[in-house]
Structure formats: structure tokens, C-alpha cells
């Protein structure tokens, strides 16, 4: 079975830095993506960043210049890095997977527990 571990959230200092880490465990045939999602409180779950497998990278606008995403294949592990905090940027950070379990008929997509992150002075 399939279980991702995040781990790297709490409280932090707007103008701070933090850094997620998730780690996919179970059998894999193949990731094809891995990313961040967040929902903060009454609003929405949103994308926040993605990286493939071949290091393509997309972020959300409000991140971009400040979040860097990164993904070690051979632990199919991603991290998130996180700098200048703003408060806007307290929410709950999911984990997300897309691969290839089971087999090759078609991939899903897997999330972590989540992860609280605080912004705040």
C-alpha cells in the first residue's frame, strides 16, 4: 500500500524559511509527478508547486519567486522549500503523487496526511 510521510511543518516568523520533506513509501512502477497542495482555513485546497521526474517544475504565482521544489527519484522523495513566510502562507501542506502502483492501466493520485504551517510573529 501506498503511504506518504511529510514531515517539516510548525511555527515560523514572517520573513522566515521552512522546509517540507515527503517521503512515498509502497511499490511504485513509475512516479510521474510529485508536488505540494495547500488548503488554509474556509478556502480551498490550491497547487502550490509540482515536479516531474525530468525536473520540470511549475509553482503557483503567489509562491514562484519564493518556494523551490525539489525531488530525489531514486527516494521518491520531495521537498518543498519555503522562504521570506508571509502569514498569507499558513495553511495545511499536502503531499501529492502521481504514479503507477499496481500496474500500468491508469495513475492515481496519492496524499499525505498534511502538515501544518504557521506564519506568524
Known amino acids: 500500500q501506498v503511504e506518504l510521510v511529510e514531515s517539516g511543518g510548525g511555527l515560523v516568523q514572517p520573513g522566515g524559511s521552512l522546509r517540507l520533506s515527503c517521503v512515498a513509501s509502497g511499490t511504485f512502477l513509475h512516479i510521474v509527478a510529485m508536488g505540494w497542495y495547500r488548503q488554509a482555513p474556509g478556502k480551498e485546497r490550491e497547487l502550490v508547486a509540482t515536479v516531474t521526474a525530468g525536473h520540470n517544475v511549475n509553482y503557483a504565482d503567489s509562491v514562484k519567486s519564493r518556494f523551490t521544489i525539489s525531488r530525489d527519484n531514486a527516494k521518491n522523495t520531495v521537498y518543498l522549500q519555503m522562504n521570506s513566510l508571509k502569514a498569507a502562507d499558513t495553511a495545511v501542506y499536502y503531499c501529492?503523487?502521481?504514479?503507477?502502483?499496481?500496474?500500468?492501466?491508469?495513475?492515481?493520485?496519492?496524499w499525505g496526511q498534511g502538515t501544518q504551517v504557521t506564519v506568524s510573529s
Open positions: 501529492n503523487v502521481r504514479g503507477y502502483s499496481g500496474s500500468y492501466y491508469q495513475w492515481e493520485d496519492y
